[in-house]
């Protein structure tokens, strides 16, 4: 049985953050480590001591973890960044919070015997005879040790300890990938082997001058040895101890929300009958108000879990290749029970959610390609643009005029005129895309505007089927966008205080442009009325363009496989990396690597000497899209050589040999989660159980349990039929409730569920045993 862990985990603001800068303030941003991998950072914020980051991230851990640490530094643009703070949170920690963290924590200092990273090779053994008592210990390897000099590397040796005894190993210089290959022993006196002691394994990184630095330890209780005279294998290497003091809040904090994930997943025989439910809700329901397996989910989620509840069904019907009838038979009883117009989709149902996070996961391909170009300009431009006249600044205004100061009438005609030219190159960009947008969301479209126009069909109610295209198409995907694209991937870091503002007076108008001009000179915010002539004239081209994304064939969707709908061969991931040339002599090394902008697809990664247009990505979000596209790779090596094989060795673990087995392990676990993420039913199918069984009891009660009244009416015509029966025989034939029968069906699938997880953890167990006593 699979585990599968996910951190969910969102950086929401720092305070009270100190200065390190002579001007008196920081550059703050966040680096995000699991077990000192870096996974993620946030977009730095210039010049404040209260940072608002609110960046979200998902991680998932397939090999679990140990640790989640924040590391809060300050950006310098000459020299090396200065580090202010962290915080660590345990595993343990983290899990123990139910609903997860959110809270602010004070950073604490960063010691550097605290921070520690890689694992070493041991093998340890108790020899008892007549003639002496010694423990042996074979240093074999470490990997992916701490770099301590300013080389980058370390200069690493072990050091056993139990009592009073210890041995030390031979120093290896210039690496973080020693192999030692030493057996080191320690003779006991007999008393000692009663003794419950802890036979300790440190590495050190030798300097020649100062003291030496700790690199990580290893602890193993004396008992294991005599339950297992023999113990080998690889072992984490922690800290020195728990030495982070809070500094009382001199250092700042961050406020955190955190919460961890963990599930077994089943084999996938154990998945299908509740995928079988879901698909029957969509494919053949008796009727759209019947109750069926997906209106019992809506029934028993939360607010709090509709938006994940809703991207995994998106994942399971994308999978089934049912996406577009699971997205109408909601939206169907959607529009259903919606009588006012006005209302309709306002609310956070699951058929809003659903169609939202649906335009996320096949769609963002298509809306980089429609609104990147004009993002980059706007970011680049950097105008100061303002329609309000409580926030115009005129000290901010020298870019607009050269002739002296400027008056508010002048920069608000210089604003309006720069916003009607960013909004018209927007819309012209999205109305000329109907070729682009994928046709499965032009197909979802089609059946929503179908069904809203069956609904309203009076001739007041003529624009409410445009509105509801338009209401997820631009108030749901590309306003947000363009508010905040660091979010979407559009931009690496987020915008600065300009350029927000900007983008913020760019999605507001683009949402009236998506109200097709309906709520104009209604709100509070009578100053964007300069921008009204130009959301007005373009509703007649936004609804041509909602007319022309719609005229499309049914059978175009199905023709696709479902998995190129989701996973299309389009670039995933672009940008400036450095190739290295292995081989061959290198006369100087820094020759080896070439700078080359490279192309990553589902398919392929390609590179060329210049791109059409730069685009800089970090490494960790490469990685985690190569990880991605990678996962079906069944030739994937457990191990390679992070250095190079130069001068007859290689300079990451200075081994002889070009075919040794490589020195690091291959780092393929971790990945960010965002749209690209694959389809994987089982874990997306645990994650529906799991909410279902939440809401088991409820479901029962609703559907299955009879109430003490009914029972007592039931009674009473029991008994009037029993006495007007010429046989006296009773009729006891009681009519099904509406949606018993589907009820009884998917709680005896949850009972199902349930049973087989008790039995696999049962197995577990017992495997576990079985290894502690047959070793």
């Known amino acids: ?440 969301m032009r197909v979802a479209f089609k059946q929503l505007h179908k069904r809203v126009e069956e609904q309203f069909a009076e001739p007041e109610n003529e624009d409410v089927k445009y509105l509801a295209i338009s209401g997820f198409f631009f108030l749901r995907f590309f306003a947000p966008a363009i508010l905040t694209p660091k979010l979407f991937q559009l931009r690496d870091q987020h915008a600065d205080t300009r350029t927000s503002r900007t983008l913020l007076l760019l999605a507001k108008a683009l949402q009236s442009v998506g109200n097709l001009g309906l709520q104009l000179g209604h709100g509070k915010e009578q100053w964007m009325a300069p921008l009204h002539p130009i959301i007005l004239r373009s509703v007649a081209s936004v609804k041509d363009f909602l007319d022309k994304l719609i005229d499309i064939d049914h059978d175009i969707v199905s023709e696709v496989p479902q998995r190129a709908v989701f996973m299309p061969s389009v670039t995933v991931k672009e940008g400036y990396l450095h190739k290295h040339k292995a081989e061959g002599p290198q006369l100087l090394s820094r020759f080896a690597f070439k700078k080359r902008y490279f192309w990553l697809t589902s398919e392929t990664l390609s590179y060329a000497k210049t791109p059409d247009w730069q685009n800089v990505n970090e490494l960790n979000q490469w990685l985690s899209a190569i990880r991605k596209v990678s996962i079906y790779n069944e030739r994937m090596l457990p191990s390679f050589h992070p250095g190079a094989h130069r001068s007859g060795k290689w300079t990451c673990c200075l081994q002889a040999e070009r075919p040794v087995t490589g020195c690091s392990r291959t780092h393929s676990a971790v990945t960010l989660g965002d749209w690209s993420d694959p389809l994987d039913p089982d874990v997306e199918t645990q994650t529906i159980y799991k909410q279902l069984l939440q809401g088991r009891d409820k479901l029962r009660k609703k559907y299955l349990e009879v109430p003490d009244a009914d029972q007592t009416s039931s009674n009473k015509e029991k008994k009037i039929s029993s006495d007007s029966h010429p046989d006296g025989a009773e009729c006891n034939v009681q009519p099904l409730k509406p949606g018993q029968s589907v009820a009884a069906r998917l709680l005896a699938v949850i009972e199902d569920l349930e049973q087989a997880h008790a039995t696999f953890q049962c197995r577990e167990k017992e495997d576990a045993t079985s290894v502690i006593l047959n070793p």
């Not at 998932?60 to 962290?86: A, N, Q, R, W």
């Not at 050091?159 to 210089?173: C, Q």
């Not at 113990?231 to 922690?238: D, M, Q, S, T, V």
């Not at 100061?405 to 109907?434: C, P, W």
């Open 1 to 440: 049985m699979a585990r599968n862990t996910s951190l969910y985990f969102r950086i929401v603001e720092g305070r009270s953050l100190p200065a390190k800068d002579v001007s008196g303030t920081s550059d703050p941003y966040c680096i995000v480590k699991v077990d000192n991998e870096v996974v993620a950072r946030t977009a730095t914020v210039w010049k404040n001591l209260n940072p608002f980051w609110g960046e979200e991230y998902t991680l998932h851990l397939p090999m679990g973890f140990h640790s989640l640490s924040f590391h809060v530094m300050d950006e310098d643009t000459i020299g090396h960044d200065d580090v202010i703070g962290k915080i660590t949170l345990s595993k343990e920690a983290i899990g123990s919070q139910a609903k997860g963290l959110d809270s602010w924590l004070n950073l604490t200092r960063v010691n550097p015997d605290e921070e520690v990273q890689g694992e070493i090779h041991l093998s340890l053994e108790l020899l008892n005879d007549t003639e002496r008592i010694s423990l042996r210990c074979q240093v074999i390897e470490a990997r992916d040790l701490a770099p301590r000099d300013i080389s980058g590397t370390s200069d690493p040796f072990a050091r056993v300890i139990f009592n009073n005894h210890s041995a030390e190993s031979s120093i290896i210089k210039k690496t973080r990938f020693p192999h030692w290959g030493e057996t080191l022993e320690l003779e006991l006196d007999p008393e000692e082997l009663s003794e419950e002691g802890t036979v300790t394994v440190e590495v050190w990184d030798w300097d020649m001058v100062g003291k030496n630095d700790f690199l990580g330890k290893v602890e193993i209780p004396f008992g294991c040895l005599h339950k297992t005279p023999l113990l080998e294998g690889w072992f984490r290497l922690l800290p020195l101890g728990n030495n982070e003091v809070d500094a009382g809040g001199k250092l700042g904090a961050l406020r955190l929300k955190v919460r961890l994930v963990e599930d077994r997943i089943l084999p996938s025989v154990y998945y299908q009958p509740l995928i079988d439910l879901l698909v029957e809700s969509v494919i053949s329901p008796t009727e759209v108000e019947d109750s069926s397996a997906l209106t019992m989910l809506e029934e028993v989620t939360t607010v709090e879990s509709r938006q994940d509840v809703s991207m995994t069904l998106v994942k399971i019907y994308l999978g089934q290749g049912l996406v577009v009838p699971f997205l109408d038979y909601l939206n169907t009883r959607e529009v259903n029970h919606t009588t006012d117009p006005n209302t309709l989709f306002r609310s956070n149902s699951l058929a809003s959610k659903a169609m939202e996070q649906f335009m996320k996961a096949v769609g963002m391909l298509y809306l980089h390609e429609v609104l990147k170009p004009i993002i980059n300009r706007i970011f680049d431009e950097k105008k100061y643009i303002e329609l309000d006249p409580c926030k115009i600044d005129l000290n901010r205004t020298r870019r607009i005029s050269f002739k002296g100061a400027v008056s508010e009438a002048e920069v608000r005609d210089s604003s309006v005129e720069m916003l009607q030219g960013y909004l018209t190159s927007i819309i012209e960009s999205i109305v000329g895309s109907v070729d682009q947008c994928p046709p499965v």
